[in-house]
């Protein structure tokens, strides 16, 4: 199982950007989906998650400007960046929570993308 996000760059503060992340390999579900961001210095944080079911949850910094939704007949989860500020630069991660089968055994855990870096520039 592999994650490949994409469509970072640098963005005017104001501007909009979207990501993409999208998974691949041998899995039968995809469960919880999200976007975690990582500033120099700082703690990783949860941006937002979203359910197999549509459910979402954001952090309160990005409450009203960003949406996070996914395409589940892609396995490809989006993060669409509304008027983003100088603070929100970091790198950002997707993250899914995928169930694999090997034989009659069936197993899940948490799958990570490379990370992709987005710069706002005041």
């Known amino acids: 199982v592999q994650l490949q996000a994409s469509g970072g760059g640098l963005v005017q503060a104001g501007g909009s950007l979207r990501l993409s992340c999208a998974v691949s390999g041998s899995f039968f579900m995809i469960h919880n989906m999200g976007w975690y961001r990582q500033a120099p210095g700082k703690q990783r944080e949860l941006v937002a998650s979203?359910?197999?079911?549509?459910?979402?949850t954001y952090a309160d910094s990005v409450k009203g400007r960003f949406i996070i939704s996914r395409d589940n007949a892609k396995s490809t989860v989006y993060l669409q960046m509304n008027s983003p500020k100088p603070e929100d630069t970091a790198v950002y991660l997707c993250n899914a929570y995928v169930w694999v089968a090997s034989g009659l055994a069936q197993s899940g855990r948490d799958y990570w993308g490379q990370g992709t870096q987005v710069t706002v520039s005041s």
């Open positions: 979203i359910t197999s079911g549509g459910g979402t």
